[in-house]
């Protein structure tokens, strides 16, 4: 049996913001509206990525919705079209959320391309984005002040075909440009780039490379990583943090801002896609938290909230339409509360690591006279070959704290208030447990 020892004296910084998601709550075209459930679950960043996909349904976010004629003035108020992406974004700062604003465009499935090839000028680029951050933080063109701190160039440009159609070379020169321009004009944000589908992209070494003798602006370095594991995960915090410590960024964010469960990109991703609005997918999302937060990653952001992101979105069901009411009502499901469970670490703030071993993973946290652990049972990949996965117990060691409540998500329970008996737990597989203490 394992047994946990909780020390409220070692505390190793703060739990880290890595509970993020995709996209903002309300979406599919205002059909939906999930605020309260990202003010519950405190959800600290939304990446407007995929905004009302696809396209962003010409209206929402990227720049040939935002700036539709590339050919146009662009320092006319005239030639922008800010009111749809107003309203999305300040939905998201109603609910408590920061957007993390993605300058570019979506991902492009289609056989013919539209907005993924190179600006036809780097710099004219730089200063549209340059003008929609004054819009968005500076009250430019009868705007707001949303305080928005993240600004990331582009997506995935080592997606040749998908996501850019130009060279590394023309990809390299393009962020260089743009970015010095937006930071010259805004010193105060934080410009970087470029969610690359891996830290081990090649393209993410040349860039990285190329900037550290350029001395091009790069306050974050983002990328992606889909999982079927958290070692998987752990690999990638780590090589993420390599690279940069190699070309001299050591002291910038390492933000992993497109997350989900996947084993294979091949026929038999539907399982993958099967699995994610299940207990199983929410167990292996608090152990991956849990790796980040022992890791060197600074924020991170499931892929997706979008609840028409019917693939990716495992939080969120749409429910029947009812007849009454603006919105179309949602179900939510249980990967969710992995995220509303972290949040209860993430709002007592200082960490304490548990020193885990397979299949256990968890991460707890103190502030005054209450402490909380949050520990998952994952069984990875053993889902598709054991039916129930095995069950594990620990033993809880907290002097002088007594347990004030428990709340257990597996395959029967969804969060829920649970009895154990004492200090000694056992969970099933794939299942993880909140526990509350008090002094």
């Known amino acids: 049996m394992t047994t946990i020892r909780l020390d409220p004296g070692n505390i190793k910084g703060k739990i880290k913001p890595l509970h993020g998601v995709g996209s903002g709550p309300v979406n599919g075209n205002f059909s939906f509206d999930t605020r309260e459930a990202y003010r519950d679950a405190g959800i600290p960043f939304a990446r407007t990525h995929d905004t009302e996909y696809p396209f962003g349904s010409g209206e929402f976010v990227d ?5 539709p004629n590339f050919d146009a003035d662009p320092d006319d108020p005239k030639n922008y079209n800010f ?7 300040l939905a998201i700062l109603d609910a408590g959320t920061e957007p993390f604003y993605r300058l570019g465009t979506s991902i492009e499935h289609q056989p013919f391309k539209r907005y993924i090839h190179p600006p036809k000028d780097f710099a004219k ?6 003008h929609i951050i004054s819009h968005m933080n500076d009250g430019w063109a009868n705007g707001h002040h949303m305080g928005i701190r993240y600004w990331e160039i582009w997506n995935e440009p080592d997606l040749k075909g998908k996501c850019w159609t130009g060279t590394d ?19 105060e944000i934080k410009i970087g780039g470029t969610a690359f589908t891996s830290p081990n992209a090649p393209l993410a070494e040349k860039f990285l490379a190329h900037l550290k003798e350029s001395g091009a602006p790069l306050d974050f370095f983002s990328w992606h990583g889909y999982i079927h594991c958290p070692e998987q995960a752990k690999e990638l915090d780590e090589k993420a943090r390599t690279l940069l410590d190699k070309y001299g960024f050591s002291g910038i964010e390492s933000i992993y801002d497109e997350w989900n469960y996947v084993v294979f990109w091949d026929d038999t991703i539907q399982k993958s896609i099967d699995l994610h609005k299940t207990a199983f997918c ?8 849990s790796v980040l937060q022992a890791g060197r990653t600074d924020i991170a952001m499931y892929y997706d909230a979008q609840i028409t992101m019917t693939y990716w979105n495992g939080l969120f069901t749409e429910m029947p339409m009812q007849t009454h009411g603006d919105f179309i009502p949602v179900k939510i499901e249980k990967p969710y509360y992995a995220l509303m469970a972290w949040n ?20 707890a946290a103190v502030k005054d006279d209450t402490l909380a652990v949050l520990i998952s049972n994952y069984r990875d990949d053993d889902c598709f070959a054991q039916n129930p996965p095995p069950s594990a117990d620990f033993l809880i060691e907290a002097p002088a704290f007594v347990c004030a409540s428990a709340r257990l998500l597996d395959e029967e329970h969804t969060f829920e208030e649970m009895s154990f008996d004492g200090e000694h737990i056992t969970i099933p597989g794939n299942s993880f447990v909140l526990l509350t203490y008090q002094l």
Do not use: R
């Not at 070379?169 to 010193?187: L, N, T």
């Not at 929410?282 to 938290?289: C, E, N």
């Not at 209860?344 to 968890?362: H, T, V």
């Open 83 to 89: 009111e749809l992406t107003d309203y999305y974004l």
């Open 344 to 363: 209860e670490l993430y709002k007592l703030g200082n960490f304490i690591p548990l020193g885990l071993e397979k299949p256990f993973y968890g991460a």
């Open 125 to 130: 680029w730089g200063k549209i984005c340059s």
């Open 63 to 67: 720049i040939h919705c935002v700036f």
């Open 169 to 187: 070379e023309q990809f390299i020169a393009f962020y260089e440009a743009a970015a010095s321009v937006i930071k010259a004009d805004h010193p």
């Open 282 to 289: 929410a167990t292996m999302m608090t152990s991956v938290m």
